[in-house]
């Protein structure tokens, strides 16, 4: 039987604190064909999924080369950056989501690769917890549009009103939003200083995301 509700987890940033690491392995991959990412496509970087930031390197950075290709050479730079430290969980990730299993349906929405959302789920221990692990080659258009938060709901077989996005960005935000869902935003892993007022809650960490706080999300 499909969910009658659930939580749709943004990674970077919101689960994972993987955002600087996912902007410099950007730059380091652009670097192997000599292109240089400036300070404005650095900070898009965060909250856009690799559809918006594939586009906007070729078109602004004439880097003539495909997003698998770009994916593929970030996902050894990133793989090199946490090869000795280990991918580090924001504080409440692990209790919140372990709590949640057994009980409704979750997702991972991110504008992230594939193999990206994988290995880095499977790095804090959470791959069995899961029904969907998404990510950018899922959907043709990424936060904050509403395909990608759609996409799971979809997936899921639940409506938009049984779903809540929890998010770090003002994409993600936007988007889960646009897509009909309730949005719980987290200061913690927002280091680019997104808007967040959007939202409809916002919390410092997911250790204040309570069951009573998503039973009344779920109620309005």
Request: net charge negative; glycine share 10%; aromatic share 6%.
């Amino acid at each position: 039987m499909p969910p009658d509700r659930a939580v749709l987890f943004d990674l970077d940033g919101t689960l994972v604190d993987t955002e600087r690491e996912n902007v410099e392995s950007v730059v380091l991959a652009a670097r192997r064909w000599k292109v240089e990412l400036d300070a404005d496509i650095r900070g898009f970087i965060v909250g856009h999924s690799w559809n918006e930031i594939h586009a906007r390197i070729r078109r602004e950075c004439g880097l003539d080369v495909e997003m698998d290709v770009l994916i593929a050479a970030a996902v050894e730079e990133k793989r090199a950056l946490f090869a000795s430290k280990g991918y580090q969980a924001l504080p409440g990730a692990l209790a919140l989501v372990r709590r949640l299993h057994p009980s409704i349906g979750l997702a991972v929405v991110s504008g992230s690769s594939r193999v990206e959302v994988r290995e880095t789920i499977a790095g804090i221990g959470l791959a069995d917890c899961f029904d969907h692990l998404l990510g950018a080659e899922d959907y043709g258009q990424g936060k904050p549009h509403p395909e990608s938060y759609q996409t799971a709901m979809r997936l899921l077989g639940i409506e938009s009103r049984a779903a809540i996005v929890i998010e770090d960005a003002e994409p993600g935000i936007l988007s889960g939003k646009a897509a009909g869902a309730r949005v719980i935003a987290v200061r913690r892993g927002n280091f680019m200083g997104y808007d967040q007022s959007a939202a409809d809650t916002v919390v410092d960490t997911l250790e204040q995301v309570s069951d009573g706080m998503l039973d009344s999300l779920w109620a309005r």
